[in-house]
């Protein structure tokens, strides 16, 4: 019912920012929950950000919060994640996603609670 499309990675140097856009299509009014995710070879993927999309609740992993801001264009439906002060450590495909199910806050963080996703986006911070 949706389709998630990501763009906007790249490669940047340290300190450097870049913002990724996940634009949606489909059936997004059932959308609960959109979310970034990050992952790098040999890991699973890591929660990054998710807002509400009803109001605007966002979450964060610690690693992430005072530089990354997840927003919303309902118009556009459209996702967006600011990426400042960017370290190398945040090199990674990152993937946007939706849920549309109104799983349990519990998923929020993890990749079970979505059901969409997008194709992924490289992201490359050299040092």
């Known amino acids: 019912q949706v389709q998630l499309v990501e763009s906007g990675g790249g490669l940047v140097q340290a300190g450097g920012s870049l913002r990724l856009s996940c634009a949606a299509s489909?059936?997004?009014?059932?959308?609960?929950?959109m979310g970034w995710f990050r992952q790098v070879p040999g890991k699973e993927h890591e929660f990054v950000a998710a807002i509400t999309w009803n109001n605007g609740g966002t979450y964060y992993v610690d690693s992430v919060k005072g530089r990354f801001t997840i927003s919303r264009d309902n118009a556009k439906n459209t996702v967006y994640l600011q990426m400042n002060s960017l370290k190398p450590e945040d090199t990674a495909v990152y993937y946007c996603?939706?849920?549309?199910?109104?799983?349990?806050?519990?998923?929020?963080?993890?990749?079970?609670?979505?059901?969409?996703w997008g194709q992924g986006t490289q992201v490359t911070v050299s040092s």
């Open positions: 489909g059936r997004t009014l059932s959308t609960y929950v």
């Open positions: 996603a939706a849920d549309t199910r109104g799983s349990s806050w519990r998923s929020t963080w993890s990749p079970t609670g979505y059901d969409y």
